[in-house]
Structure formats: structure tokens, C-alpha cells
């Protein structure tokens, strides 16, 4: 099957959870695009204070071989060489949501941090509407590590899947979601703005 809604996926700089949800929902059938929020793309480095950053438009596979150059083992170990293949496999290069998004309609928006979820919102209201569509805006809390990535990219899959069954999604949205919450013990975050 198919799915209806045409989805981004967005989260902070490191394009970890977003990308780890594009994948899913692209391996079952939706129409996705996955972005990121900060100026950079930033990755962990040998410290905190040493993140590896890029600019966004700089291919997966040119920061694959750069960290394989800088420290292959400490990059295979803390998972960057792994999800940066993945990314590989989804697209070319990060995307930056401010810079990008307005090439294309959406009927959903999924964040994974409040704070996102507050930038998009913003982003949205500041835009000229020319298509007068609605467009549901949801925040699913997840923590920035690749196993908590995997888990909310699954429950990503299920909202979304829920809102594609929804006959009128705009209609079913509240009883969706509560519905959503009580099934996964998680409370979502979410409001209708439009193009």
C-alpha cells in the first residue's frame, strides 16, 4: 500500500532521528523528506567540545570519508560511520528546513524536540500562505542516540499510519492522537498552520 500523506521528518543539526525516521516511513511506501533546523550539520567529534561540522548541502558521503580520515574506530564505535551510511542510503546531503521546505507541500510535520517543533512552527507562521492547505504539525519527544532514534522512528511510523487510515485527518486528529498516547504511554505535542 501506498501511503497518502506526503510527510517531513525534522529535527535538530545532527540528522540522526529525523533521517532514521525517513528511512522507515520511505521503506513503507510514504512520500518523506527529512530536514534539519540548526545552521550546521553538527556530529559528534573526540569531545564535546570538538563537534565535526558541515555545512548543510555537504554530502553524506563526503563527511563518511572525512570521519573515516579523522578516527575510523572512534567513529565506527560511537555509530556516526553507521548512521552516516544509512543517510547515504536515504539521500545525498542534509537539508536545512528554513532553506528547503518551501519547495514542496506537506501534509504532515513530525519533530523530535519541542524546541524544533517551535521553530517550524515559527517558520510556518512567518511564511507567505499561498496555498491556503492545512498542515498538521506534531511533536514526538525523542532522545538524540541511535537506539531512541530507531524507537521513535517506529512510533513516527504508527502516528503517521494512523493520520493515512484517518478518512479526514483534520476531522480525527484529537481522537488520533489520544488515542496514540494511550497505546505508547507517550504524550504528543502537535497543532494544525497552513502554507
Known amino acids: 500500500m501506498v501511503a497518502r500523506l506526503r510527510c517531513a521528518m525534522v529535527c535538530s543539526s545532527n540528522q540522526n532521528r529525523s ?22 550539520v553538527k556530529l559528534p567529534g573526540p569531545s564535546l567540545r570538538e ?3 558541515y555545512d548543510f548541502g555537504t554530502p553524506y558521503k563526503y563527511m563518511h570519508e ?3 580520515r ?18 547515504l542510503g536515504v539521500k545525498n546531503a542534509p537539508q ?3 532553506d528547503n521546505a518551501a519547495d514542496g507541500f506537506f501534509d504532515v510535520v513530525m519533530t523530535f524536540e519541542e524546541k524544533v517543533f517551535d521553530i517550524v512552527i515559527e517558520d510556518l507562521n512567518n511564511r507567505e500562505q499561498r496555498l ?3 498542515i498538521l504539525v506534531i511533536n514526538l519527544e525523542v532522545k538524540d542516540n541511535h ?3 530507531a524507537a521513535g522512528a517506529k512510533l513516527a511510523l504508527d502516528l503517521c499510519q494512523e493520520i493515512d487510515a484517518a478518512g479526514c485527518w483534520e476531522d480525527e486528529i484529537d481522537d488520533i492522537v489520544s488515542k ?3 497505546q505508547h504511554k507517550q504524550k504528543v505535542l502537535y497543532t494544525i498552520a497552513f502554507y
Open 70 to 87: 579523522k578516527d575510523v574506530d572512534l567513529y565506527k564505535r560511537n555509530g556516526i560511520l553507521p548512521m552516516l551510511k544509512r543517510n
Open 132 to 134: 491556503t492547505r492545512s
Open 147 to 149: 537506539e531512541e532514534a
Open 19 to 40: 533521517m532514521e525516521a525517513h528511512a522507515l516511513l520511505k521503506r513503507h511506501g510514504f512520500d518523506v523528506s527529512s530536514y534539519g533546523t540548526g545552521a550546521h
Open 51 to 53: 563537534p565535526n561540522v
Open 96 to 98: 536545512r528546513w528554513q
Open 66 to 68: 572525512d570521519l573515516r
Open 180 to 182: 496514540f498516547e494511550r
